[in-house]
């Protein structure tokens, strides 16, 4: 039981930052219809600009300044390179963010070269000891952080005139821009929301004991079968299929270990993503209407 | 977004059918004015050898080190004896991503331009691309130094394979732990959960048998995707396995080595020189002290001729380069390389034949960086010796004993050829 | 006399060679309720495209307020002060009423997406005059009880009044109706048509509207444009308007 206790807690805190990730992914698609294949560079550049504040700032304004500039980065990529863009077929824009999903990847090897580097998380390798149970600091921070910044993501999109706009704009461009809505600024906004939330999955998939690696980038590619599975189009969905997908890996490498080799839960994820896509092709939570990708 | 990754199949397949058309032998491109015969890659005035390598990928960091450290012996020997039989040695660098697929394309671009690779990493890549290796008679010194790669056609493995560091590292920990018949001492072992790792497992298993007082309690195993160890860490401690032996990549030295402290859990660990990265140093800061690195060949912090040569070589060459142990094992087939080929130039036969022949029976000594091997027939393994290293300031190894070699890692051998 | 509030000129567009509109012009005053017609195609859409700011017509002008609108994006215009709803009811299916009916006034306030996120000082205050404004809307629309409803659950008829409501909450100056009652029953039709000329006569708002149906726009407006192929045919009181040849000829037929 303890160890079944301790492997869903850690499943939770993983799955709670790809479900991060996955809600940046859905936000871009519902705000700019855009699935962006980039996002996972983003992931990786704001641990990357993490680590080098980390030095010379406390926490608080290294994390702030991650995201400055990623963000900051995502209006430039969505403003020059994506928003032209809008309006042709879903194959070219997949295919543009490819590009930049190699770019960004390239730079990043440039700038800060192929090897590892330390840790980023907010907390150090502390633990806490509930019961029999271990928790350590760094999965405590993700899931404190991860479900505060939920919430607020949630409270943004349901309560205040920006999050309004940003929904109004996800389900009729024509129609937020008669209610006098600026849906380029709308588009510029979800970018900003999705960076946002890649640079707070960066630290903790980098968090003690995992660390700060050019491969951080294609670790936040899981996200895909976690939206797939929730559904494209919704938010609710993203974090469930993140919860899905993080729980499948943990509980998985332990009570599937004798199955398939030990590879089975590495596979998991991408199985539940085709049952998913076979039996309810618009994912659990998302709605029948959405276009096929 | 399924369209993708069939996509990359068909182009790929048809890359594959294209290179068919142009795929080169090992014809001979003739005799050289000093009369020496001279095979692909092979001109007047230079002669180009390949490294193919993961430059970008997963495991760049060791593949770009390692390249590092051929470079810079052939620099070396272009610089003080300009280059070998008269002509400049060239090498053609070629990025695999650590990706089967890619590495494919890659052998097959370099082959027709090269005389041999001076190195190749990856197991998978190496086995993707046996048979060219094989029709193409290339001379092949393989950086993935295990027992799969040494066992290819034409394929050399110039140090201990990682087999054999952890045969040794296991007979090293078991001693220090006063395993015997009357004290018995639990292990357990981390492979990965592919055929790699199985191949580790069974010299684990072999050693763990051929040392008396051991009994092995858990082998659990990763794969690439898992960046969360608290399965396999939970599944060693609650055996109480006292050594866990590491059958694994750098990618999962600060997972299992960080989560076991996490869940109080300190038992000796020990992997093969493979597993170290010397980034990992920081992040995993305080945790070391009961970790080893049973390593094959020597360490950048070593005071031996070898080592020195090394590090001037490497700072003539690249003096902006972070030091990083991998060097030290493209070092030791740069140097393989280069004393072949000059035994193939006495013979006055650059070809791949006359590589090949060459390398047959080369004794080459390392200045001390490990002891002198013997190529031998290209099949066997070439060294049995290991050092015990702990890790340092700033993530560098340093040795805690010194280089020996165990009779579980020659019975292994002896059992793997039968 | 004071400049109309709206006025359209010589509007010209052109669909693959076709006249969509063919020197449109008319002028709207401050509080008028106008109304333009036309059988299928005469045009109508097209010029509330351009009005709208989707179509930029190949010549002509626009003028609101004595300010040019051609050019201006959907949302200038929108922001400018001129409302819209659509023909196929386009509300925001998964928001409640409430919602939908806020972001309306989306455009009347100030504080960003981050202070927004704290419900404090002006952002606080902005979001009670907002809510004070909703409702009153919705009351006067009889959609007081329905504040929490989500909105593609409720029938069409309610959904167009939910349109109007929005419309309405971003007090605009002029508002532009496409065809409000299409889809709705007889009952639903007088209803609406109760609701627009309320509206009209008591907020003061001036309207274009734009329709099919004859009865309801010859019971309440001041004045009617009647279109046909793209080029303006008549433009008159309702009363005189059933009586011009031209409009009997060419749209309405033996029908009256």
């Not at chain 2, 390598?53 to 450290?69: E, K, R, T, V, Y």
């Not at chain 2, 001729?305 to 090394?310: C, E, P």
């Not at chain 3, 009652?181 to 509207?209: I, Q, Y």
């Amino acid at each position: 039981m303890t160890l079944f206790l301790q492997l869903g807690f850690q499943g939770i805190a993983l799955g709670l930052v790809y479900g991060l990730i996955a809600l940046g992914f859905v936000i871009m698609f519902k705000g700019s219809h855009t699935f962006n294949f980039a996002h996972g560079q983003f992931v990786a550049i704001g641990a990357y600009v993490v680590l080098v504040l980390l030095p010379r700032m406390p926490y608080v304004l290294a994390f702030i300044g991650a995201v400055a500039i990623t963000v900051g980065l995502a209006l430039v990529v969505e403003r020059l390179l994506i928003r032209g863009l809008i309006g042709r077929s879903v194959t070219v824009v997949v295919l543009a963010t490819l590009g930049i999903s190699t770019m960004l990847h390239n730079a990043v090897l440039m700038v800060w070269g192929v090897g590892s580097h330390d840790s980023v998380g907010p907390v150090g390798a502390g633990t806490t000891k509930v019961g029999s149970v271990v928790l350590p600091n760094s999965a405590l921070a993700t899931v404190a952080v991860s479900v505060v910044v939920l919430a607020a993501v949630a409270w943004f999109f349901q309560r205040t005139r920006h999050g309004l706009a940003l929904r109004a704009t996800a389900s009729s461009q024509e129609a937020a821009l008669a209610q006098g809505i600026d849906v380029g600024r709308m588009f510029a906004l979800s970018w900003a929301l999705a960076a946002f939330l890649a640079v707070t999955a960066s630290i903790f998939l980098a968090s003690f004991p995992r660390v700060v690696s050019p491969s951080i980038g294609d670790l936040a590619l899981i996200a895909i079968p976690a939206i797939v599975i929730g559904g494209m189009d919704s938010l609710m969905g993203a974090v469930v299929g993140g919860l899905v997908v993080g729980l499948t890996q943990v509980l998985g490498s332990n009570y599937l270990s004798d199955i398939g080799g030990g590879r089975l839960h590495e596979v998991l994820p991408y199985v539940l993503m085709l049952l998913v896509l076979l039996v309810r092709p618009y994912g659990l939570f998302g709605s029948r209407s959405i276009e096929r990708v | 977004m399924l369209k993708k990754p069939l996509t990359a199949v068909a182009v790929a397949s048809l890359m594959t059918l294209a290179a068919c058309g142009n795929s080169a032998g090992s014809g001979d491109s003739g005799t050289g004015a000093d009369g020496v015969a001279m095979g692909p890659g092979v001109t007047d005035d230079e002669i180009s050898v390949t490294v193919i390598s993961d430059f970008s990928g997963p495991i760049a960091q060791g593949g770009i080190a390692g390249s590092l450290g051929v470079e810079a012996k052939i620099d070396q020997v272009n610089r003080e004896q300009g280059g070998i039989c008269g002509r400049k040695v060239v090498v053609d660098k070629r990025d695999t991503k650590y990706d089967p697929q890619i590495t494919t394309q890659q052998y097959r671009a370099a082959a027709p331009k090269n005389l041999m690779v001076a190195q190749f990493v990856g197991t998978a890549g190496l086995n993707a691309v046996r048979a060219n290796i094989e029709r193409d008679k290339m001379p092949t010194l393989s950086a993935s130094i295990n027992t799969q790669t040494l066992d290819l056609p034409n394929v050399y493995v110039a140090m201990p394979p990682f087999e054999v560091e952890l045969i040794n590292g296991l007979t090293w920990a078991a001693k220090e732990a006063g395993a015997s018949a009357s004290k018995k001492v639990k292990v357990g072992f981390v492979t990965s959960a592919d055929e790699t790792g199985k191949v580790y497992l069974d010299a684990l298993n072999h050693a763990a048998k051929a040392t008396e007082g051991l009994e092995v309690v858990a082998q659990p195993t990763y794969t690439n995707a898992d960046t969360d160890f608290t399965a396999q860490v939970n599944s060693l401690k609650d055996a109480g396995a006292e050594i866990v032996m590491l059958g694994v990549t750098p990618a999962q030295i600060a997972g299992i080595i960080g989560q076991s402290a996490q869940f109080g859990y300190k038992p000796t660990f020990v992997s093969s020189s493979g597993a170290w990265a010397s980034s990992l140093g920081k992040p995993l800061k305080g945790l070391l002290d009961k970790y080893y690195v049973s390593g094959g060949y020597g360490t950048l912090n070593d005071d031996n001729a070898g080592i020195q040569a090394l590090t001037k070589a490497r700072k003539a060459y690249a003096p902006d380069a972070k030091p990083d142990n991998f060097e030290v094992g493209g070092w030791i087939n740069g140097t393989v390389v280069v004393e072949a080929l000059r035994k193939a130039c006495e013979a006055k036969d650059l070809t791949r034949e006359g590589v090949m022949k060459a390398m047959t029976g080369l004794k080459v000594s390392f200045d001390d960086i490990l002891p002198p091997i013997d190529l031998g027939d290209g099949n066997s393994i070439v060294s049995f010796q290991s050092r015990i290293n702990k890790i340092g300031a700033d993530g560098v190894q340093e040795p805690v004993a010194e280089f020996f070699e165990s009779e579980a890692a020659k019975s292994w051998d002896a059992a793997r050829r039968k | 006399m004071s400049a109309a509030l709206f006025e359209v000129e010589d509007l010209t567009l052109s669909f693959a060679g076709v006249r969509a509109l063919d020197g449109v012009d008319f002028t709207i005053d401050e509080g008028e309720l106008f109304a333009v017609i036309g059988p299928n195609g005469a045009g109508k859409s097209t010029l509330f495209n351009c009005i709208s700011g989707i179509y930029r017509p190949e010549s002509g002008s626009i003028k609101f307020g004595g300010r040019q609108l051609l050019g201006s994006a959907p949302h200038r215009i929108a922001s400018a002060g001129i409302a819209r709803t659509f023909q196929n009811v386009d509300v925001f299916p998964a928001m409640t009423v409430e919602e939908c009916l806020l972001l309306a006034r989306h455009q009347h306030l100030r504080s960003g997406p981050v202070a927004s996120m704290v419900r404090w000082g002006r952002s606080a205050r902005e979001e009670r005059a907002a809510l004070r404004k909703v409702t009153e809307v919705a009351d006067r629309l009889g959609l007081g009880g329905l504040l929490q409803s989500t909105v593609g659950t409720l029938p069409h008829g309610i959904q167009k009044r939910v349109e109007l409501a929005r419309s309405l909450c971003m007090e605009p100056r002029l508002l532009l109706l496409d065809e409000p009652v299409a889809g709705m029953n007889h009952e639903e039709t007088a209803e609406m048509a109760a609701t627009l000329s309320e509206v009209n006569s008591d907020l003061g708002v001036t309207m274009l509207l734009v329709e099919h149906d004859m009865s309801m726009v010859m019971g309440i407006s001041h004045r009617v444009c009647v279109l046909d192929f793209g080029r303006r045919i008549a433009l008159d009181t309702p009363a005189n308007v059933v009586r011009d040849e031209a409009v009997i000829d060419a749209y309405l037929g033996g029908a009256l």
